[in-house]
């Protein structure tokens, strides 16, 4: 057993975890934030996605203890005070999840995105969620909701 | 206990050749750790067997990539040749977007955005890619055409190999055990232009089904240098020089490059054999390399 | 009624927000991996590597028992019983495919449950196998099950017989006759399968918590392995991530062997599949192996088809006699044919087990039909529009079920979608292009029967609270998979009900609070599962309206109304009830309820609905087998690199008659994934099975779209005035997918002159024409 220092949503947490353990675990089991999901355990579907210091990276893949000492933020760290985030909101308002389980890993990826690029263009922001995989939505709506965050509005033309 | 590992963290460079030094044949290098993870992961039933874990991320050494003069030392003179130079732990996203390397390695820039996804590009590293010597490793063909040599360096010093010596087989490399890749060399390609194409079975978080890095440089409409590299291909890293021969001095055509593209899965037919995939390989390769060199030729032509 | 928005409704056909969206959004959504309990433990699955049929003679677990932490191992002579009230096994001592599970193992952690695994020891006899329907039904092949020594699964034969088709081929022009083909597809929630076990021991109830599609179909096999009566087990449905059909047999097992490890070992017990124990062991997509026979006139009227259609079954099943009946009844696609003969069955193989996927037949058989329809057309000299023109159901069409339909917006939707896309145009001129790379426009058509139809009554009940607040509890026994269905519920309860949409919670289903409604599938949820939800609205509307006139509130002279006022009079509406007549004064429906409660009155209403029965001919199939059909027209235009065989999906235009659109937003979310899901099982899906063995272990190898293969989406919802389903919806869950493979197959031959006839159109099969795995 180490020890692992690090600052979680804003609090310095500090934990004892095996020579191997992977963030998720640590995130989820010894910490108790379940919002971070596991899809397969192989850094494929993005639900585990938090974000490491600005970059938004895989919790399965992610040694916990090089989270030491790091800035580690995952969704429930993104509304404050109970109030959602833009793209939080922009989420709902677009319908852009459905059964909601790669929802979270999608935020953070988008989340990550928006940080550093405040104006993505469409092609950006496919290709900064093309690693959340998603089997319900098709991805349209997230990447309407991911626009509107930014607030970039596009033009609905279909019949509905 | 299950799965116990001491988890080591090297603070530089010499920290971590000692390490090595100390734990010699009981101790893996975590680089991004994107494929290691995964191998923990499997170990869970199939069994890893190394005690500790030596986290290499802390050593800014190994995060630069710069352009330097290097002296090489051959049998009797010392030379400074200008060279770039990729520490081992650039990731693929710095890698993608380094201002450096998109005037120098251009291929090897498409190489790294065509990486995974954008978490993966975030962690996994080139010298990780590199030592994992993946047949599907995405870097390999176009450090293959930048004739890219790797340095190995451990307590005693260092050596350095070219990406062919050191990949020798599918996963398999000549480094020793204490030893750590520590950067990744070239000489700048920039007379050349270069592009990659990968053709994966989507359009991101693909496996290369296979790759082609090209480079060509031009004089007066001529082609006066070519490299060709495919990946997936060959058992290890390797540049088709047969086909390169057919480019250069040849004014580029679309018949010239369909020429070269036939070469070289004429190439991997002599190399490999015919299999049972060589029905479909042979014609797409030829039509990667084609779009490879296509590309390449398209960026000189937008340049002039 | 045509393109959405023309209906009159205060709550349903608009894009209220998701009910659930908030605690999805903010990460505190519960889904059953989630669940922790004090003094919690583990259990895992061992299956045999790489093989696909054996006895197992013997299981050593010495070593693995001595593991510290491990707590006992199981097998399944430590088993009450082995196999299921339905066919699959809990567990098993004769492996008949490689997701069969041969010992459990229970642990203090997953890491040492997963360690003992290493530690046990299996002494086995490999057993004959057959694995492709050829060859399973091959005289002397190796039988599956003794009970079916030819591996014709029997009770999935369906046969159906309209007009006379002997007649029909001889009045023919040109016959014409093709075989498909269709591959093994998963499911791939994001969500892997979790439940989690634990037992009162004051009471010997036990609890589940699952990533269940169908609670109360989890709960049969709880009761059948721990043979309590079903009022003793306690299904919660968690949050599910993702189902579309998979998360039924599966998860029915999975919660079976946590129930009996807990209730042995008197812990809670949490089982979760890893994705690669996903994709062994959860149901695939049934693959078909389709001929279908044409007798066409040369003006292109289809006179008579005929259709033999086989699904692999796999090792184990019990859907497909069910996808064999919806098969059946929709042999001739969307086409109104006088003389049909057809013939479906299911074969036992060796391999993963087929059960329900999203469009459960449709995508399969579509990819089939809607290419011969092209194949026909062309062999006719003729625009296959114009060929889908003359042959697809209008108003007063036969169905193949020989049943007549009405309100069939078909013809215009098609012509609507090929305005839209200009696929007359584009299709010409793609025929005659060169070049590298190559553009290709497809088409594809549908009618889908909405719901259960004949297969099984299609009754669900409701049951409505309203609290003294005005607040209001729903309950039902079909469950949210994650399409919306809470949040359409909700509508349905708020406009019947006359109370503000966010007035309604529908907080999950929940097997002790509801009796069963049978299970949310065949996109039956929307149009007759909430039946019952407007029925107790409707109902509990006039007795909070009676309640406000017993309690004096309309009594003459209030609201300056002369005489007191009776139920029928009064209009309860967004949570508040009025006299039209004196609309100026409203009472809120709060201050009717805070009262009623203390005077003790009723505020719950519960009602069950059972549709008109749909009743066919056994031996023919005839009558009328659905209430109600929706319609489809996908176009897809796409590109092909004819250099390497990448297709790149450029744009698809789905366009739906969903009758009416209860929320439009949700209708959107739908199509759009089935369009994506769709495109993934036309290009790059397939279970890879080598002797039975799954070489898509994991998301890696089993691939789905990405963002960056989505192509440009256009959605087209039209509205019409049927009233089969309720406030007039019809289905839509599953139409959004079961076009899009077969538009693309034809896109793909428009492109390239080349028929995929087997799916999908990966790389190699696109190029030369075969797949290379």
Known sequence: ???????????????????????????????????????????????????????????????????????????????????????????????????????????????????????????????????NLCRCTGYEQMIEAVLDASGQTEIDNDSA | MVDEKDYLVANNLNEAKVLMHEHCGNIHVLAGGTDLMVALREGKRSGRDTTYLLDISNIQELKAIERKKVTISDEDCNTNEDYIRIGAMVTFDEAAHSGLLLKTAGALCEAAKSVGAQQIRNVATIGGNVCNAAVAADSLSALTILDAKVVLEDLRGERVLSIGEFITGPGKTAINEDELLTEIRFKPLEDYYSAFVKLGRRKALAISRMNVAAALAFEDEKITEARISPGCVFATPRRVQSAEKILIGESPSEELFMEAGEEVSKEMVRITGRRWSTDYKYPALSAVTFKALAIAYNQAKSDT | MALYGQKQFHIVNHSVPREDGFDKVTGRATYAADIKYPNMIYAAMLRLVGVASAKVTKIDTSKALKLAGVLAVFTADSFPKMKSWARYFYITDTVRYVGDVIAIIAAETYAIAEEAKKLIHVTYEELPAVFDIREAMKEGAHPVHEEYPDNIFTDSIYTLRKGDTEKGFEQADLIIERTYETQYAEHAYIEPEAVVASEDSSNGEMTIHASAQNPFFTRRYVADILQIPLNRVHIIQETLGGSFGGKEEGVGLLAARAAFVCHVLHRPVKMVYTREESILESS??????????????????????????????????????????????????????????????????????????????????????EQFIEEIAEELGMEPLKLRLINCLRDGSTVATGAKVSEVLLPDIIEYTAKQTDYTKKYEQNKTQSGRIRKGIGMAISHRGCGYGAESPDAAGAFLIVNEDASVLLHSGIAENGQGLKTVYCQIAAEALGVPYENIRFFGTDTHRIPDCGMTVASRGTVMGSQAVKKAGEKLNLILREHACTLGFFDSGKGGAPNDRIAQDLVLREGHIFDPSYHEYQVPLADVTNIALWKGLNMAAYEWHVPDPCIQEHDTQQGRAFPTYSYTCVVAELEVDTGTGEVTLKNVHSSHDVGTAINPALIKGQIYGGIVMGWGYASMEEVVLKNGIVGSRNLDEYLIPTAMDMPNMKVSIFECDDNSGTYGAKSVGEPAIECVAAAIANALYNATGRRIRCNPAGLENVLIGRKLW
């Open chain 3, 284 to 369: 695939k997509r049934h693959p078909f192996l389709l001929t279908y026979r044409a007798g066409v006139k040369k003006d292109g009227r289809i006179v008579a088809w005929e259709a033999t259609q086989i699904g692999n079954s796999g090792a184990y099943n019990n859907q497909t006699q069910f996808l064999n009946w919806r098969a059946c009844a929709h042999c001739a696609g969307a086409y109104d044919i006088p003389n049909i003969k057809s013939k479906t069955f299911g074969v036992f193989t060796n391999n993963v087990h087929s059960g329900a996927f999203r469009g459960y037949s449709s995508p399969q058989l579509l990819f089939a039909q």
């Open chain 1, 1 to 131: 057993m180490q020890k692992l220092k690090f600052v979680l949503n804003g609090k310095c947490v500090e934990v004892e975890v095996e020579g191997c353990a992977r963030l998720i675990d640590v995130i989820r089991e010894n910490l108790g934030l379940t919002g971070t999901k596991e899809g397969c355990g192989i850094g494929e579907c993005g639900a585990c996605t938090v974000i490491i210091d600005g970059d938004a990276v895989d919790s399965c893949l992610y040694p916990a203890l090089r989270a030491q000492g790091k800035n580690v933020t995952t969704i429930e760290g993104l509304a404050k005070d109970g109030r959602l985030s833009a793209l939080q909101q922009a989420v709902l308002d677009h319908h852009a999840l459905q059964c909601g389980f790669c929802t979270p890993g999608f935020i953070m990826s988008a989340t990550a995105l928006l940080n550093k690029n405040p104006k993505p263009s469409r092609e950006e922001i496919k290709n900064a969620i093309a690693g």
